[in-house]
């Protein structure tokens, strides 16, 4: 085990995935010269060149079509959005194209491509830079949908997700980049589609992915010095949701949160607490409630962001409301 | 043009299109074919010309009026018909239809029905030949509303600048669905937007197969020559309605039948009938030939069965190990 950076276990993917198949390459803006936005992809245009490293400009709707025409033919592409915001440009190519041609040609082209980049509020980043977009993609039959919360979820699944045949969205977070975790020197993939809980307890459920799985390990730590043990249910992904970690743990609890980053409608949350009532509606001992992001496009000032994103203590005060607990 | 074999070979591909998208229509009306049905009637030789120019390696990219494209290109019509109905048998086994065929074996990627979205698509097939050193050209079909469109721009802008072995085959049919060329482009000289990325661009006769055909073998032959991307607008005319849906209410018939006299068969047709490459008999016999295979196209998907619907699912992601 070593202590790496989520940003670093991002790059060791790209770069053992590129060194495994030559097939694969990256595509984006920013990724060679600057070397990432973000630094994601630092070191990787001098090892493979910039045949592989592509720098493009700011057309994400160009490079995103691009990707996956090459797709088409066999090469494994990784496109890179500086955010997801942005990837908006580009979503003709990923719901119209990518997610459907496997389909409409009667599995006679799949395409075997990443789109990935940081998706969620950072700090202070206000309403266009700001937005969790997973339950957009999500909605997609075609797409499979990755939010990893730690470094060492990160490399496994990208891993996966450049080996998957299909097109996998991948989500990351500019909050994670710089957080630390332990993972495996040896090589090791985290197979798409599989929960983990990162924490255990039998008082209730808190289901969460991505960022938010971060946010929901410290609430069971704090809940656990109250003397209330929670489960924590990373999902990592989220289509094809692991409905059966979700089940097994509801059904041990008997109550459940539901945390996630983005909006309330419409959201993963919703989806989420569909799955707990067809599946766990005799075992529930209280409703289920989402802790989300309030319905309004993210402010910039800084108590106004506070008050608009789900955190520590809103959790906390949900994990007590569905224990009928005081706060 | 001289009096070739080649000049027989073309006038019978168009009459091979055009006979077969009338009997589609036909079937639209016994509802045999549902859906969007858009006929390329009218528009032939663009597509016959093109493709002359084209190697077995070489990929083409169209669009959702593409029955002509797949025909040219040598897909077999009785899965292009059995697509048509909904077929187990057709190109994608029913998933596709009209708008979505597609075919590994030709390199034909669709089939491909919002507008400008196959742009892109090209100029990444063209990226990924150049990246596996294939020295072939993709050759993308679109028509005069896609230019308005931000993908062909973007697209044409990474080709350029990256070289790619694109021939943008711009079909100039004058309307957008119901909207004049003049009611949508700043610019009604195409050619010129896509010379403004530096990329060799001129407008050709696109009723006169002959010229399609030198044409395309001029680009293509630069293309191949590593001189990067070309593009062509080739001026035509969609004689018959936008779709099955649609009225024709935004044109006169005047000017229908102004282009009508240029009806890219007859201008062929006197042509090779002047030089004595073909006579009554030949044209019948052209006739006879494409009425029998079309006739056993409807009759193979008439009598082909329906995907299952336990099928219904699959194809949605591909499960293969890689």
């Known amino acids: ?327 | 043009m001289s009096p070739t074999a080649n000049g027989v070979a073309l006038l019978r591909a168009m009459i091979r299109i055009r006979r077969f998208e009338e009997r589609c229509a036909e079937l639209y009306q016994e509802e045999k074919i549902r859906g969007f049905l858009h006929l390329y009637i009218g528009e032939e030789a663009i597509a016959v010309g093109v493709m002359q120019s084209l190697t077995p390696e070489d990929a083409i990219v169209a669009t959702y009026r593409e029955h002509g494209h797949a025909l040219a290109r040598g897909i077999d019509m009785n899965r292009v018909m059995a697509e048509m109905y909904g077929k187990a048998t057709g190109t994608s086994g029913g998933r596709g239809g009209s708008m979505h065929l597609f075919d590994a074996k030709t390199r034909f990627f669709g089939g491909n029905a919002i507008v400008g979205g196959h742009l892109p698509l090209a100029a990444g097939l063209a990226l990924a030949d150049r990246m596996q050193g294939r020295g072939v050209v993709t050759a993308c079909f679109f028509g005069d509303g896609a230019v308005a469109e931000g993908e062909f721009h973007e697209t044409l802008n990474l080709a350029a600048l990256w070289q790619l072995p694109v021939l943008f085959c711009c079909e100039n049919n004058r309307y957008a669905m119901g909207t004049a060329l003049e009611r949508a482009q700043s610019e009604t000289e195409l050619a010129l937007k896509a010379a403004s990325y530096r990329i060799p661009a001129w407008p050709v006769d696109g009723m006169d197969v002959v010229a399609v055909e030198g044409a395309a073998r001029r680009a293509t032959g630069a293309i191949r020559a590593g001189e990067g991307p070309h593009f062509i607008e080739f001026r035509t005319y969609r004689f018959r309605a936008h779709s099955m849906f649609d009225p024709d209410l935004y044109r006169s018939k005047g000017e229908v039948e102004t282009w009508r006299r240029r009806d890219p068969i007859t201008l062929l047709t006197d042509r090779l009938r002047g030089e004595g490459a073909v006579d009554d008999a030949a044209l019948e016999g052209i006739e006879r030939e494409v009425a029998a295979e079309i006739d056993a196209a409807a009759a193979f998907a008439e009598s082909s069965e329906w995907e299952p619907v336990e099928t219904l699912a699959r194809h949605v992601t591909s499960e293969a190990p890689s």
């Open chain 1, 1 to 327: 085990m070593s202590t790496v950076t989520y940003r670093d276990a991002l790059n060791q993917a790209l770069k053992e995935e590129m060194q495994r198949d030559d097939r694969v390459f990256l595509m984006g803006e920013e990724v060679g010269v600057y070397q990432g936005a973000y630094k994601v992809s630092k070191g990787l245009l001098q090892e493979f060149g910039e045949m592989r490293v592509v720098d493009t400009p700011i057309t994400e709707l160009g490079f995103a079509g691009i990707g996956v025409g090459a797709a088409m033919v066999g090469l494994r592409p990784v496109i890179e959005f500086m955010t997801w915001n942005f990837a908006l440009l580009a979503i003709d190519q990923v719901v119209n194209a990518a997610a459907k041609l496997l389909y409409m040609s009667g599995g006679q082209f799949n395409i075997p491509i990443v789109f990935r980049g940081p998706n969620g509020a950072a700090l202070q980043l206000s309403a266009q830079h700001s937005q969790a977009f997973e339950s957009w993609l999500a909605h997609i039959p075609g797409l499979k949908v990755v939010s990893p919360g730690t470094p060492r979820d990160a490399k496994g699944l990208l891993k996966s997700a450049i080996r998957d045949d299909n097109p996998v969205v991948f989500f990351e977070g500019e909050m994670l980049y710089n957080t630390k975790g332990d993972v495996p020197d040896e090589e090791y993939v985290i197979p798409i589609g599989q929960a983990e809980l990162k924490r255990e307890g039998d008082h209730c459920t808190i289901v969460t992915y991505g960022k938010s799985a971060l946010m929901a390990v410290q609430v069971a730590d704090q809940l656990e010095k109250d003397g209330i043990r929670v489960d924590v249910v990373d999902l990592r992904t989220i289509r094809p949701m692991d409905v059966a970690a979700i089940t097994a743990s509801v059904r041990k609890t008997n109550r459940a949160v539901v945390l996630e980053e983005g909006w309330e409608v419409c959201g993963v949350g919703a989806q989420i607490v569909d799955h707990i009532q067809r599946d766990c509606f005799d075992d529930l001992d209280a409703p289920v409630i989402r802790v989300h992001q309030a319905d309004v496009p993210m402010p910039y000032a800084k108590n106004l962001e506070r008050a608009a994103k789900p955190d520590v203590a809103k959790t906390i005060a949900a994990v007590k409301k569905v224990m009928y607990l005081p706060d």
